[in-house]
């Protein structure tokens, strides 16, 4: 350090060089953030479609299930009030099964749409903070930098030119 300058030249060289590594490295991570935040909704919205398909299949499974129980019993030879009851059971059966399966694909549909209009739109607007805030700090670090340089420039003219005008 120079008693004169009341600074040493060369550690304000290399505080400007961390500020300009720091704004790098800050924006650096915002931007591998970013990614993953983009990562992780595609995944989510890809199990949610598999999910869609998986729950199609199902209802669509339940359905020919309840299809052949359907054409079994009616093969069944069976009158009478027993077999009467049996049929309102199993129409009871055969609509509480549409109803179930019928509950599951709206609720999927319904799960994967509230993902789409609201989770993520809320993620892609905190990716768009999260950008704003990267260059906020990147602008802070480019004016620090900007300060020591300046202020390493000052300190040296002050301390070379300032003797050679005098």
Known sequence: MSDFTGADLDQLDQLAAQFA????????????LRTKISSAVSTFESTLSGLQTDASALTAQMNTEM????SQADGVQWTGANRAGFDGDLNSFSSAVQTGTSQIDAGVVDIKAQVDNRFTPVLGEFSAALD????????????MKTAVDAQRTNLDQAANVGWTSA
């Open 21 to 32: 590594t720091a704004g790098a490295e800050m924006s650096g991570r915002a931007g591998e």
């Open 67 to 70: 299809g052949a129980v359907r």
């Open 132 to 143: 704003k805030s990267a260059s906020g700090v990147n602008d802070a670090t480019v004016t």
